[in-house]
């Protein structure tokens, strides 16, 4: 079976432009989570969907970032305008179930902001 | 507070040998699990072993154990018979109950060493 799926693995832009990660979570599962892994903060909880709704984004940093899931087999980050400071490793993952499930991560999307 | 505490930066082991690295977590919730991952310097995150706060014994996947002590708020992973290749960052994490949210350590850096 194929795992999570994200693209780009490695995105590099300058300040100010729209920057867009991708992921396709492993079919079947119903929950779908975006993490952010820094040196400063380590891996934290960005947003994560149920049934391709979002359930809980206060891990949001603020209104640059936005995500979307249109279907059960693709989702969005979007960071608009982006900053030196959203740097980072960007995973996506996913669960079949709700509760402490395993989350299986995708390799993950390296985001340099010049 | 739900946390999770990985004291060790850093461990260096010899190669066969086995070795354990500690965890510790706080939560109130009577239900939750807890995970250990893997991240290679490839970047991916590499989930390897769960244990759930009702499971009587202690989890195991191959070389990989992990004890449990709930007494003490203790998930250690036990890597028996160490191989180059288990060089990487490990994370302790924990989901606790009702919540999807993975809360995740600092990381122990593993070195082993031929």
């Known amino acids: 079976d194929a795992g999570v799926i994200q693209s780009p693995r490695h995105e590099v832009t300058e300040m100010g432009q729209e920057v867009t990660l991708r992921c396709k979570p492993i079919s079947g599962h119903d929950y779908l989570f975006w993490y952010r892994q820094t040196m400063m903060r380590g891996l934290e909880l960005l947003i994560y969907f149920n049934n391709n709704v979002p359930i809980d984004d206060s891990g949001m940093p603020e209104d640059r970032f936005s995500a979307k899931m249109p279907n059960a087999s693709f989702s969005t980050l979007k960071i608009q305008p982006s900053e030196p400071r959203d740097s980072a490793v960007y995973f996506c993952?996913?669960?079949?179930?709700?509760?402490?499930?395993?989350?299986?991560f995708g390799p993950g999307t390296r985001l340099t902001v010049l | 507070a739900q946390k999770i505490t990985q004291t060790q930066p850093g461990m260096f082991v010899q190669e066969k040998e086995a070795v354990t690295l500690d965890c510790t977590y706080d939560t109130s919730d009577p239900s939750y699990g807890l995970f250990w991952y893997k991240q290679p310097s490839s970047g991916e995150m590499i989930f390897l072993i769960y244990q759930g706060s009702y499971d009587q014994q202690n989890a195991t996947e191959g070389r990989y154990s992990l004890n449990f002590q709930k007494a003490r708020k203790s998930a250690n992973l036990v890597i028996s018979a160490s191989q180059l290749g288990d060089s990487a960052m490990y994370f302790c994490?924990?989901?606790?109950?009702?919540?999807?949210?993975?809360?995740f350590g600092a990381g122990t850096r593993l070195a082993v060493h031929p």
């Open positions: 993952a996913s669960s079949p179930f709700r509760g402490p499930d395993t989350q299986y």
């Open positions: 994490a924990m989901i606790p109950g009702g919540y999807n949210k993975l809360i």
